[in-house]
C-alpha cells in the first residue's frame, strides 16, 4: 500500500522541511495533523497554522484533501479553510509527496495570488490596496495564529 510506504518516509525527521510538522492521527492513520509555521517577511510570520491532511483511498492518484483549520486571511484560502493550489486539483501528479504539498501551501503564504482567488472578498481588498490587506492578514495571523 502507497500510503503507508509515503506514511513511514514523510514520519522520517529527515524529510520534515523547515516550519511544517505532520503527524498522522492515530485513529486513522490517512488523517494527518499538520502545523505550518508562516513564512519569514511575509505577512503571516510568527504564525503557526493548523491544516488537517486526508489521504483519500485513491490516493497517490487522486491528491490529498488538505485545508486549513486555523483562521487566515488570505486571497487562495476560503473561510472553510479549503486552499487554490494547482497540485490539489488539477496539477496532481501520484509522483509528488507530501512534503511537496506542504511545502507548495507554505510557499502560497509568502506569494499570495489575487488573480486567481478562492476568497473574491479578500482578493478585492489584496488589489485594490494591498498594504491594508497585508495589514490585515497580519492582523488575523496575530490573533488567530499565535501558537496558543
Known amino acids: 500500500m502507497r500510503s503507508s510506504r509515503n506514511l513511514a518516509y ?11 510538522s505532520a503527524s498522522p492521527s492515530e485513529e486513522n ?14 505577512p503571516y510570520e510568527g504564525g503557526v497554522f493548523k ?12 491528491a490529498p484533501k488538505v485545508r486549513f483549520l486555523t483562521k487566515i486571511y488570505h486571497p487562495n484560502i476560503d473561510k472553510l479553510g479549503r486552499i487554490c ?17 506542504l511545502l507548495s501551501i507554505q510557499a502560497l503564504l509568502s506569494a499570495p495570488n489575487p488573480d ?3 476568497s473574491e472578498n479578500i482578493a478585492k481588498h489584496w488589489k485594490s490596496n494591498e498594504a491594508e490587506a497585508v495589514e490585515t492578514a497580519k492582523e488575523w495571523a496575530r490573533l488567530y495564529a499565535s501558537g496558543a
Open 29 to 42: 492513520m490517512r488523517y494527518f495533523n499538520v502545523m505550518i509555521l508562516g513564512p519569514t517577511q511575509s
Open 116 to 118: 486567481d482567488p478562492l
Open 85 to 101: 493550489l494547482d497540485i490539489l486539483k488539477d496539477k496532481w501528479s501520484p509522483a509528488l509527496q507530501i512534503r511537496t504539498v
Open 51 to 62: 491544516l488537517e491532511l486526508f489521504l483519500p483511498e485513491e490516493y497517490p492518484m487522486a
Open 10 to 20: 514523510f514520519s522520517s525527521p529527515f524529510t520534515q522541511a523547515p516550519g511544517i
